[in-house]
C-alpha cells in the first residue's frame, strides 16, 4: 500500500532558483494538505485543498504556491526560492475535511536551500 | 506562538520506566489528535480524542482528553526502545484544520 507519495526525497537548491514538490495520494481521499516541518516548531501547513479543484491558504503561504491537479495529486511550487524555506515539507491526505478523522502523511521532502 | 505547548520538549528514560507527555493550550478544540513520527518518516496517527475527559488506552499507552477540552496528556507504562520517536498532539477548532505542538522527543535506553 503506497499510501501518500512524496517526490523527491531531497532536494538541493540555491537561492532564487524555482521548484515542484510532488504529492500523490492513492486512498481516493478528498482533502490534501502541504506543510513544513522546522525544529522546535512543529508542523505548520502551507495550503490545502479541501476537495478537487479548491485550494485554500494555511498559516505559512508566502512564497508558495500550490495546484490541485486532480483528486490524487496536490503539487506544492517554490517560485525563487529563498534560504527561510529550507525545511521539511509533508504532504498529508485525508478523506474527508472538516472533520475529525486522521489525516495520512507521506515520509516528507528535505529542502536545502543555499 | 504556539498554539499548542507541549512538555517536556526531550525525555530520556531507561526501558521499564513509565513517562507522561502534556499538551497545554489556552484554546478549546473540538478534538485532539496524537501522533508518533520517526526518523525520515511523516507523523503516524496514534488516537483522536472528541469528548472532554475521555480516556482511551492503546496497549500500554493512555491518552486523556482535558474536561474542558484544552489540555491532553499521553502516558506510556512501562517504556520499551520502540516507543523512541518525536511525539505530536494536534488540535483541531471550528474550521476542523490542525494545529501541531512542537513535539515532544522520546528516547527509551535499553
Known amino acids: 500500500n503506497a499510501g501518500v507519495t512524496q517526490t523527491p526525497k531531497f532536494q538541493v537548491l540555491k537561492t532564487g532558483q524555482s521548484m515542484t514538490l510532488q504529492c500523490a495520494q492513492d486512498m481516493n481521499h478528498n482533502s490534501m494538505y502541504w506543510y513544513r516541518q522546522d525544529p522546535g516548531m512543529g508542523l505548520r501547513l502551507i495550503y490545502y485543498s479541501a476537495s478537487e479543484g479548491t485550494t485554500d491558504k494555511g498559516e505559512v503561504p508566502n512564497g508558495y504556491n500550490v495546484s490541485r491537479l486532480n483528486k490524487r495529486e496536490f503539487s506544492l511550487r517554490l517560485e525563487s526560492a529563498a534560504p527561510s524555506q529550507t525545511s521539511v515539507y509533508f504532504c498529508a491526505s485525508q478523506r474527508a475535511g472538516r472533520s475529525n478523522q486522521p489525516q495520512h502523511f507521506g515520509d516528507g521532502t528535505r529542502l536545502s536551500i543555499l | 506562538t504556539q498554539l499548542l505547548e507541549q512538555s517536556p520538549q526531550f525525555l530520556s528514560i531507561q526501558e521499564g520506566e513509565n513517562l507522561t507527555v502534556y499538551c497545554n493550550s489556552s484554546s478549546v478544540f473540538s478534538s485532539l489528535q496524537w501522533y508518533r513520527q520517526e526518523p525520515g518518516e511523516g507523523p503516524v496517527l496514534l488516537v483522536t480524542?472528541?469528548?472532554?475527559?475521555e480516556v482511551k488506552k492503546l496497549k500500554r499507552l493512555t491518552f486523556q482528553f482535558g474536561d474542558a477540552r484544552k489540555d491532553s496528556s499521553l502516558h506510556i507504562t512501562a517504556a520499551q526502545p520502540g516507543d523512541t520517536g518525536l511525539y505530536l498532539c494536534a488540535g483541531t477548532s471550528n474550521d476542523y484544520k490542525l494545529s501541531f505542538g512542537a513535539g515532544t522527543t522520546v528516547t527509551v535506553r535499553a
Open positions: 480524542v472528541v469528548t472532554g475527559g
